[in-house]
């Protein structure tokens, strides 16, 4: 019987070049035929490096041929958001203002995928400068989700979910600066993980459009896929210094024994499509019945001084662009160039105070999770909406502004904890919803032994959209 190498698991794959069974250079013909076959259709893709790819698979052979492959990412194709360099490749950020670039080198994470013998494949589309829920911008246009391509992947990682979903790629590394990681893996059915803040270590990388508060992260089929990625890139380096206080990523040991998880269905009034309320708490009930202490309440921390705050973040942001790029306000779409001149008019002391205000619910944080675990939410407050509409402007009846799909995410990224996101039960129509686990600041693995725990009971690898 033929292998479908797309449905292979990355360890799989892995397995089967070990064995001589597959080459590398077979891996990436098989991938780059799906990429030739469903790009036109999905518009994952702003660039394919077919002819690196090649290259990098040769030798990736050779290596397999003297039986001294780096690490499980060995000849495993890789795709990448466009907003993180890789040198020689586009570095366009969905913008007018970048459509003609090239990064000039690596950022540190691609740096670290090369040395564990990850195959660059190419570059996924986003939102422009990462900073919607939706994956459009001017110079590509929208990327289709795969279960239903007149539907959004969300975004910001939208490409890359895509690319992942419709097995275009094994893995992904995305960025999370508000949920862009693991919304996207929850309309797609993906495994999605924004890591603790320097888990992966980064460095010479674009300026940042969120402060500290985007990671980069992998975002895989299976929990196992997303572990041998953390495996091989999240270690210390001294070119991050926070990434100095962490030990390399470990190996899966087992389940995490009984954890005290916190539910948390909704945040106050803000509406949740009945659907993903119905799928999530069964989700609950799951983890439940596996031996956890479920408590079903509210989040123990304010989050409305951030969530107040958050968009003055992305402004400032907006307005140091602005000032290093002087044909910005000409080019950028106009919500972009309001943004910056915003950020003009923001104080340093009243950006200061935001600062202080992240910093206040990280100590928040750091105390709610003496008492928990876990806490669990959706990943989404809504399901996938028209690919070329930026939001979903009515969830459950009620009117929802431009982020009220996306309220569960952020404080996430505010605090700097781990997240991850894992599938639930689809809807009535088979879209995939998502669930969010968030885990004490570093416990990675904890997050990541509990979602494989999750996956051993409730398999998802075997489910494939019809593309």
Not at 43 to 58: C, P, Q, T
Not at 333 to 339: A, N
Not at 434 to 444: E, I, K, R, S
Request: proline share 8%; hydrophobic share 40%; net charge negative.
């Amino acid at each position: 019987m033929t292998v479908e190498i797309h449905k292979l698991s990355v360890r799989e794959i892995g397995e089967r070049l070990r064995t001589k069974q597959l080459t590398a250079a077979q891996v990436v013909e098989h991938f780059l035929a799906r990429i030739e076959k469903l790009q036109p259709t999905l518009n994952a893709f702003i660039h394919v490096d077919v002819e690196g790819a090649r290259a990098a698979a040769k030798h990736s052979d050779a290596l397999f041929a003297k039986d001294e492959p780096r690490s499980w990412l060995e000849g495993i194709p890789v795709s990448i958001k466009d907003n993180i360099y890789v040198a020689g490749m586009p570095f366009v950020f969905g913008s007018p203002l970048f459509k003609d670039n090239i990064a000039p080198h690596d950022e540190l994470p691609i740096e670290l995928l090369r040395e564990a013998g990850a195959i660059i494949i190419g570059k996924t589309n986003l939102p422009e400068f990462a900073s919607r829920g939706s994956t459009y911008n001017p110079v590509f246009g929208a990327t289709a989700n795969p279960w239903n391509t007149e539907l959004t992947t969300g975004g910001s990682s939208g490409g890359s979910v895509a690319s992942v979903a419709a097995g275009m790629v094994p893995l992904s590394l995305g960025t999370d600066g508000g949920g862009s990681i693991r919304r996207p893996a929850g309309y797609t059915g993906l495994v999605g993980l924004k890591p603790t803040l320097s888990r992966i270590p980064r460095a010479d990388g674009f300026s940042s459009v969120l402060y500290d508060c985007e990671v980069v992260g992998p975002i895989g089929r299976t929990v196992d896929d997303v572990r041998l990625m953390m495996s091989a890139i999240a270690r210390p380096h001294r070119r991050d210094q926070r990434s100095r206080g962490f030990a390399p990523m470990t190996e899966f040991t087992g389940a995490p024994g009984k954890l005290r998880i916190l539910y948390v269905p909704r945040f106050g009034d803000s509406p949740v499509d009945p659907e993903i309320a119905r799928s999530c708490a069964e989700a609950a009930e799951r983890f439940r019945a596996m031996g956890h202490e479920i408590t079903e309440g509210e989040l123990p921390f304010d989050i409305k001084p951030v969530s107040d705050n958050w968009a003055k973040i992305g402004n400032v942001c907006m307005s140091l662009m602005a000032r290093n790029n002087a044909a910005f306000k000409d080019l950028v779409t106009p919500e972009y160039r309001d943004r910056a001149i915003t950020g003009d008019g923001i104080s340093g002391g009243e950006y200061q105070g935001v600062i202080e205000i992240l910093y206040q619910l990280r100590s928040a944080v750091g105390l709610a999770f003496e008492q928990y675990d876990i806490i669990m939410t959706p990943a989404s407050a809504a399901n996938p909406w028209p690919k070329n509409e930026p939001f979903p402007p009515v969830i459950d009846g009620k009117n929802a502004g431009p982020r009220g799909h996306a309220v569960f995410t952020n404080w996430v990224n505010a605090c700097s904890h781990p997240g991850l996101t894992l599938p639930a039960a689809p809807t009535a129509s088979g879209m995939p919803i998502g669930f969010q686990l968030v885990a004490d600041f570093g416990a990675d693995e904890r997050l990541l032994d509990l979602a494989s725990q999750y996956e051993q009971h409730h398999e998802w690898k075997d489910q494939w959209p019809a593309c």
